[in-house]
């Protein structure tokens, strides 16, 4: 069974062809690099799958079913999580409370229901020591490195069950050793057999962690192999155009 | 396929990503906020007033202080609930003196009328007239701000004055009293005493705790937080946002029409100009007390000690014999001064 699976899928915006005949499989537990240059349809086809907007042509099916998404609520209702560059969290609330946030759990007493900050700081504990992560269930996210950010964010994927998890740019603007910790966090992910799309510009970054590589330019898939296949050099031939396809 | 992660096996694998230190618990919480600063500050000032002045500590004092400031308290747990969802209400003095006002005519229309034979329902009626005022206020904010997408700032500036104006329109100026069989037991529980206090700050103290436990206990509480801490990520986890905004200015709105109802108690009557200008000693309150008009930050103790703060600081310029004009001036530079003692600490925290 494949997890998700994009075929000919076409977009257009008015007169502009944004994406055209992609055809895309990811399997369960897969980590997928998507890489191309600014304008290349990376977004296009990231949205299409998150549900922002629907594809104009093409078929997607998850778990062998055909799916419609209409708005993101239809694909995360599937398991397709978005982990946004701007991370979406609540600076002013702690880790646990933006895991929890917008399905937070609570306790009845009488007719009024009170928030279970023990039972939620445990259970965002435990997903933080799943992932590894040194991160504090009741530590402000203002006082949080970029990387126990991300773990913050991907804890909330986390916790909806998740079975592909879309990151946009997640290691851009971040320190050296906070990118080793997302990483990490990917590695932690495919373990526990979930699938992940990493949209990344950064070379070193899709070659470490993404068994396969899927390059977009001017709306076209124009490679999709297996990162021990190729090289960075190639890739990047791939995306300047430098090389037509591979 | 959506196992459960192996779990950590030891903190060593992790050791290398451990890049932030706890800070010290006198860094955390209630102890690192402004809040925590003014109520000390608080403290050294009714200290110091008390050696200063006798009359300070005398019980007809301090039941004086407590009235005024429960007043400015009362709204000010209200607006803060708008302030840490990033808002501001500068309505509330005008509904303070159109519910006040309301509330005190619907009392007049329902004496000598039949509703005289049953107890007490005029006077609840008049009540219910009065707080239905502030609601209608706050719904309007409300929907004005959440739905329609209008400036917090203006859209309660133009109601301040659509307000003051209907509290002037529908008395034609004239000071509204209160009356009709039920009147001494208004005054009994808008301006009597309970256990020896005035039943202001009872009502202050009972709201201040029931806020606390909204704000840091619910859901709800929760959200208004998240709105002003990052509105777009509370509306991208399903939050909803719109809801959360109009039940806050609504709030607002209702604690102003509450305390412009004890504010007729204790004057005997709703004149037109009630609270005029009280809109910004209450921001001026919330703001002291710790509330970050940028959002996100704010709680009931906050609203109660900058309140407080404040009365403490005008009582005590009147027992000095000061002119009462540099009240205005120092609460003035009480405001810049516990916003700048709060940047400060902040920078040497992060340098």
Redesign the interface.
């Given at each position: 069974m494949s997890l998700l699976v994009l075929q000919d899928v076409g977009k257009e915006f008015g007169a502009i062809q944004a994406l055209s005949h992609v055809d895309l499989t990811i399997q369960?537990?897969e980590v997928v690099g998507l890489m191309g240059d600014n304008g290349a349809g990376k977004s296009t086809l990231v949205k299409i799958i998150a549900g922002n907007f629907p594809p104009s042509h093409g078929k997607i099916l998850f778990e062998d079913r055909e799916v419609h998404f209409t708005k993101?609520?239809d694909a995360r209702s599937v398991?397709i999580e978005v982990v946004?560059q701007d991370?979406?969290?609540?600076?002013?609330?702690t880790a646990a409370?933006n895991v929890f946030?917008?399905?937070?759990l609570?306790r009845k007493v009488g007719p009024?229901?009170?928030?279970d900050?023990s039972a939620m700081n445990l259970r965002t504990a435990e997903l933080f020591?799943?992932?590894?992560?040194?991160t504090?269930p009741d530590?402000v996210v203002r006082?949080?490195?970029g990387?126990?950010r991300q773990a913050v964010a991907i804890a909330r994927t986390?916790l909806s069950?998740a079975?592909l998890i879309i990151m946009d740019e997640p290691t851009a603007a971040i320190s050296v050793?906070?990118v080793?910790?997302v990483l990490?966090l990917i590695r932690?992910?495919r373990?526990?057999?979930?699938a992940v799309v990493l949209i990344s510009h950064r070379m070193p970054d899709v070659f470490s962690v993404c068994e396969r590589v899927i390059v977009m330019r001017r709306g076209l898939k124009v490679a999709d192999k297996p990162t021990s296949q190729s090289s960075p050099e190639e890739v990047t031939a791939l995306i300047t155009g430098a090389k037509e396809a591979a | 396929?959506?196992?459960?992660?192996?779990?950590?096996s030891s903190?060593d694998?992790?050791s290398?990503?451990?890049?932030?230190g706890?800070?010290r618990w006198w860094q955390r919480g209630f102890f690192a906020s402004q809040t925590a600063y003014v109520a000390i500050a608080l403290v050294i000032i009714m200290i110091v007033m008390s050696v200063l002045s006798p009359a300070f500590l005398s019980p007809g004092n301090l039941a004086n202080v407590a009235k005024n400031f429960s007043f400015v308290g009362i709204v000010t747990l209200g607006v803060t609930l708008v302030i840490v969802t990033g808002g501001i209400d500068l309505s509330v003095g005008s509904t303070m003196a159109l519910s006040a006002i309301i509330c005190a005519m619907t009392m007049q229309a329902v004496a000598g009328t039949s509703l005289d034979s049953i107890p007490v329902l005029g006077m609840l009626i008049s009540l219910g007239a009065g707080l239905a005022t502030a609601l209608a206020v706050g719904l309007v904010n409300g929907l004005l701000i959440a739905r329609a997408g209008l400036s917090p700032f203006v859209t309660t500036l133009g109601m301040l004055s659509i307000v003051r104006g209907l509290a002037y329109a529908v008395t034609e100026g004239r000071g509204q009293a209160p009356t009709g069989p039920d009147v001494d037991l208004f005054y009994g529980i808008t301006d009597g005493n309970l256990a020896g206090f005035p039943v202001a700050i009872i009502y202050l103290l009972v709201l201040a705790v029931l806020v606390g436990?909204v704000l840091?206990?619910?859901?709800f509480g929760?959200?208004v937080?998240?709105l002003?801490?990052?509105e777009?990520?509370?509306a991208?986890?399903?939050?909803a946002v719109e809801r959360v905004k109009i039940a806050v200015y609504i709030l607002s709105a209702l604690s102003a029409g509450f305390a412009g109802i004890l504010m007729v108690g204790w004057l005997g009557s709703a004149p037109a100009n009630l609270a005029t200008g009280y809109e910004l000693t209450i921001i001026a309150a919330a703001v002291i007390g710790g509330a970050n008009l940028t959002g996100?930050?704010g709680g009931p103790a906050g609203a109660v000690i900058g309140a407080l703060l404040i009365e403490v600081i005008r009582n005590g310029l009147v027992l000095a014999g000061i002119n009462a004009y540099w009240q205005i001036v120092l609460v003035g530079v009480i405001i810049i001064v516990a916003v700048l003692v709060d940047r400060l600490r902040t920078l040497r925290l992060t340098l």
């Open positions: 369960p537990g993101p609520v398991g946004y991370l979406a969290l609540a600076d002013n609330l409370a946030l917008g399905r937070e609570k009024f229901s009170f928030l900050h020591g799943e992932l590894k992560s040194e504090r530590d006082s949080m490195s990387g126990q986390r069950k079975k050793r906070q080793a910790e990490d932690r992910l373990e526990a057999g979930i | 396929m959506n196992h459960a992660l192996p779990p950590a903190r694998d992790v290398g990503f451990s890049n932030v706890r800070v436990l840091h206990h619910t859901a929760r959200h937080f998240a002003g801490g990052n777009k990520a509370a991208l986890t399903g939050i996100g930050v």
